[in-house]
């Protein structure tokens, strides 16, 4: 595990007082601390600097905790959320862990139960570190592509690959959302000759004008306000690699103007400097629109167009390569069972009939979040049409296969219950419903396995 003082831990509170208290508990502990007094300004420095992991307020004024934790899974994924309330109730606690929080803690805070959560947080992210590297070296010594398929399509784009990746040519990726654009930009990286220099990521539709044109080309001091000290953009970072341009479609007009400098020249200067920076870098873009409609309509320019697809590459959705599916299905089935500590189960042939007939227009990754869904919620060893989302099942019906419902308890709670008794009495009696079984309750609660023994271990250090 890395040292606490590489950490950025963003404090997020309207009270100064609560603010700058939960600031020293953490700080003391070596974390590196950033604050903000409402979710427009955590947003606004979150975007200068992602941090590891955010502790919010739930009720502040304007936008809540809520608000600002859908905002930071949708800019940094791997950042984790920690919400803390003196006013929450477990449909908030719910909703929350639904929205992908790490976990919600109730004030009055205790020290303990704080950096124990800001541990375990941090323990998540090293072991899904470490699963993806794991993932990726599975990948190269399988198929230095990454694909998974064995469709016309499929091998057209591996041998594109293979005969691209060690030149020095810019590439072009064209396909709709969720084909696997970043996919084949990885695969371009790992087989080049700058496999061992950086392989830098951005996208481009994920950031304001503003934020993308610092994060390319980096600041000076003094800048902007807020530009406490110089920071290196992406250009400089990805010198001597490969800096991977997603959706660049989205990219403003007038930013357009100075990626193509870059392409041609190979300089640039950081946002409030002159000096002028040369970098070698070799650039992969990526776009799911028609560049050539938005030239046409002057969304984006036709020099710069030429200058990235010197290599184009184009991904057919996977309506057009259903053959594929089962090898894909059976490839996340196995990867979302070990992920999920699940037994290997496998799909029933009415289930792997709908998800080859089906459309999927979100593509692979509509197809990866069903399969992970299905695995996470399935209740026996054959995965069934009942663990597939309506909309890929259909009206199909597999009559012996369909899940008993479970019966229910009503439990009376007296007005004023704190939030946390209210939390371990349902937890109990879910329990009890489920015979003990905590990924049956986790399921019918709406909430990870692991926030069952979580929530159980806190109480137990209540009472002790």
Not at 30 to 50: N, Q
Not at 195 to 223: D, H, M, Q, W
């Amino acid at each position: 595990m890395r040292p606490n003082s590489d950490i950025h831990i963003m404090v997020v509170d309207d009270k100064r007082g609560s603010r700058e208290a939960l600031q020293k508990m953490i700080a003391k502990e070596d974390y590196r601390v950033s604050m903000a007094h409402d979710t427009e300004t955590a947003l606004e420095i979150f975007g200068r600097e992602a941090a590891h992991l955010v502790i919010t307020d739930l009720r502040m004024p304007g936008r809540d905790g809520i608000s600002l934790l859908k905002e930071v899974k949708r800019m940094s994924p791997e950042t984790e959320v920690i919400l803390i309330s003196g006013h929450g109730t477990v449909e908030t606690a719910v909703e929350a862990m639904r929205e992908g929080a790490y976990d919600f803690i109730t004030k009055p805070l205790e020290r303990v139960v704080v950096l124990k959560a800001i541990s375990k947080a941090r323990e998540k992210q090293d072991l899904t570190r470490e699963n993806a590297d794991l993932r990726a070296q599975l990948q190269s010594l399988s198929d230095a592509s990454g694909l998974i398929g064995n469709s016309a399509a499929v091998r057209e784009v591996k041998e594109l690959i293979r005969q691209v990746a060690p030149t020095s040519a810019n590439v072009l990726i064209l396909g709709e959302s969720g084909t696997g654009k970043e996919i084949v930009a990885n695969a371009i990286h790992r087989s080049s000759e700058r496999a061992g220099r950086p392989f830098i990521k951005v996208n481009c539709a994920a950031l304001p004008e503003t934020l993308l044109e610092s994060e390319l080309f980096g600041y000076e001091r003094g800048a902007f306000t807020g530009a406490v000290s110089r920071k290196e953009g992406r250009f400089f970072l990805a010198d001597g690699g490969m800096l991977f341009l997603d959706e660049i479609g989205d990219m403003p007009m007038a930013l357009q103007a100075k990626i193509l400098r870059v392409l041609q020249e190979g300089e640039f200067e950081r946002l409030g400097g002159n000096e002028t920076l040369k970098v070698d870098v070799r650039i992969v873009a990526a776009s799911n629109q028609d560049l050539t409609e938005a030239i046409a309509e002057r969304r984006f320019r036709e020099d710069l167009y030429y200058r990235l697809n010197v290599i184009g590459i184009h991904l057919v959705p996977l309506r057009e390569r259903r053959g594929d599916i089962p090898l894909l299905v059976e490839h996340f089935l196995e990867r979302f069972s070990a992920k999920n500590n699940q037994p290997a189960n496998v799909f029933s042939r009415a289930a792997v009939e709908a998800m080859s007939n089906y459309d999927w227009p979100g593509n692979i990754r509509e197809l990866e979040n069903s399969v992970e869904r299905a695995v996470v919620l399935g209740r026996g060893e054959m995965l069934t049409l009942a663990d597939l989302p309506a909309s890929v099942a259909g009206e199909s019906r597999e009559d012996d296969e369909l899940p008993v419902e479970a019966g229910s308890t009503v439990i009376s709670i007296p007005v004023g219950t704190p939030l946390a008794e209210v939390e371990h009495r349902v937890i109990l009696e879910t329990l009890r419903s489920t015979g003990g079984d905590k990924s049956a309750a986790a399921r019918r609660l709406g909430i990870a396995t692991r926030t069952i023994y979580r929530k159980l271990d806190q109480a137990e250090q209540l009472k002790s």
